[in-house]
């Protein structure tokens, strides 16, 4: 017998928080998911919404803005410890009435990474929308008198940036789900940079650090920067989580449409 799909969210007595039931509702339509409305009370509201998620088997948790009222001051920690995925919901939040159909990963290549990526595939495949495979590489531009020269500078900035494109491209290969995935690489970025770049987007996927518990979200500084300032919602992939909302059972069913790249670096 198949479990129904269950969107827990947790909703703030002490203030009208729309946000986290709007972002719910809408990862519900696109997980075919049925919505559970969690009342955040007592000394421990995360410990509550963290019992409330594993109770009902959730393949998500939603929970409402980072930066204001109660729930707010917990819900840097809610993700800590989590075995499902957990959705933030930025301050202010409207649904959009076209569904979330632009959906980005941030994207790093290391298994994490890679989890996130194929977690943000089958959302773009079930929503029937575009992804959007973001990844950030440093770069430090020389300057001063020992700087070399500026063809030798361009150069090396161009190699860094294909090899961050190859990079995002082997970890898209095994996907098939007949979507068009827009890489950008943002060469030199900043976590300002990235979190600019959710205007573009109706959802983020990130991966968790790689340190940490099996099975559970441990943000790192990019994840916790995006939680607080991105300008679309964010959902954070536990380590090693199963696929979200039987998203394996959408790519098998796309499988040999074919994926096809546009390269979009800077």
Known sequence: MTLARRIVVGIDP???DSEPLALATQIADLLDASVVKVTVTGDSPARG????????QAAMLVIGPSHSGPLGSVADRVPHGSTCPVALAPHSYHAPESGLRRIGVAFVDTPEGRAALRHAAGLAARAGGRLQVITVVEWFDPTGMLAPPVELVEHERRQTVELAEMAAQRALEPISAGLTPLVVVLAGGTTDELVDRTRTLDLLVSGSRSHGPLRSV???SVSRALAHH???PLIVIPRSTDEVGGLDEVLREREGEGL???RHPR
Do not use: I, P, T
């Open 260 to 262: 096809h790249l546009e």
């Open 230 to 232: 991105a300008h679309c």
């Open 49 to 56: 919404l963290h019992e409330a998620a594993m109770a009902n």
């Open 218 to 220: 441990l943000l790192g």
């Open 14 to 16: 002490a203030r009208v």
